[in-house]
């Protein structure tokens, strides 16, 4: 519930959009599958994002609405782990928006943030909406770019243009899990902390072990296992006859 | 697409609370499981409905504000065609948000809106919210209540007080799915009118017959039986290795 209360906080003082609580409700909906908790199959996706994310040349961490409501604090520890940038991007772009979340993130302690207004002046190709401007000193220049709870268009886009993606998605059969480099599916509020925790642990480790772990992953094989994990889940809980309570409090 | 916007306009118009967003939210999730469909699965459970709201001495529909930004017209001409009362329940009470979804259910031709401020004097037991209160002269008179998008306490206390209860839920394996009498797991945008076509139909028919075609209607069985669906449907998505479109765009 404390998930919850954040992030209608995070609307009612313009941080998230209208469509961010419809978003995050169908995101509950997945977790409540999941079990709500951090599975062996996104640990292993952990590894992998953070093998990936220790090895780039400039990695960026992409900030929406959401993700600054829910993680500001996370993502700016997570950013100083890794020596990565923080860089706004919205899907409902305003000027207003940009800078609530970058005070946001400046708060939870960030040095600074990139693609407020005029910063974002590149555009990448093919992709629609607003989402496709970005910081020409951060997402653009960036090798290895990390978007939780992103847009499936702009990480395919993304990936179009070699950068590796590492997504945090809650639905493993999205746009955006099934076209990252790595997605690991799981809740970003569990998520983000544990990544951390990964990679100062292989912060230390030699660049090729890391290279190799990243290489080696297989996200298709990873999402398919996800996906075999809700499957089981719902046999078990329709074998039971039971209810799930945690979605109960419709509230509406 | 359309159905968001609907919402969203409710929203912003005082009949859609934020918490009706995020409830929005978790039943897009289901819904995309379920194939954006009308299943089968969800037809048999109308025609138990159906048969069900015909047979009862006094049916009330209950709205909420989610109900009523998505389908108000739908649940005025239901009530017409079963002889059914509508009475306003809502989670989060407030008389302005019960008076604009009063509103909205007589410009969507409703003669009377039970349940409006005052009106609501009564108390159902073990129910811990607003949506205790009740109108003496609807739904705690009723015998069958029908009540879309409705939340697990409420039902439960409902079902207790002997009435029979139908939901219309996207989440199977929710406490109100699982609770209540007969359970329609299916958009209430595309439920509402097959469910009032299916009414329509049987309201010729023998009470005799009705009454057997309610009775012989095993609700835990049909739940199974939908959870299995989206357990296919689940497996043949991973086995193809595709992604679905349906809930790209986050617009977070």
């Known amino acids: 519930m404390l998930i919850r209360e954040r992030l209608v906080e995070g609307f009612e003082t313009g941080v998230v959009a209208s469509a961010g609580l419809l978003a995050h409700g169908r995101g509950e909906s997945f977790d409540y599958l999941l079990g709500e908790k951090t599975t062996s199959n996104a640990l292993k996706a952990m590894k992998a994002a953070a093998a990936l994310l220790l090895t780039a040349r400039q990695p960026v961490i992409s900030v929406n609405g959401n993700a600054a409501a829910l993680a500001a604090r996370d993502m700016v520890k997570l950013a100083k782990e890794i020596n990565a940038k923080i860089e706004v991007n919205l899907f409902h772009r305003s000027l207003q928006r940009e800078v609530a979340i970058a005070n946001l993130l400046q708060e939870a302690g960030a040095d ?130 039971t209810y799930l309570t945690i979605l109960e409090e419709s509230e509406i």
Do not use: C, Y
């Open 112 to 241: 600074e943030v990139r693609g407020v207004g005029e910063a974002s002046s590149a555009e990448i190709p093919e992709v629609a909406s607003e989402r496709r401007r970005v910081d020409p000193k951060g997402i653009l220049a960036a090798d290895a770019v990390l978007v939780p709870l992103e847009d499936g268009d702009r990480t395919q886009a993304l990936v179009k243009m070699h950068k590796k993606v590492i997504a945090i998605d809650l639905n493993p059969l999205s746009r955006t899990a099934q076209s990252a480099t790595v997605t690991i599916v799981d809740n970003i509020v569990r998520a983000m902390p544990t990544l951390t925790k990964i990679a100062k642990k292989l912060r230390t480790e030699h660049k090729k072990k890391l290279r190799k772990l990243a290489s080696s992953f297989d996200n298709k094989k990873n999402l398919s296992e996800a996906i075999k994990m809700i499957n089981k889940r719902l046999a078990t809980l329709a074998a039971k006859g």
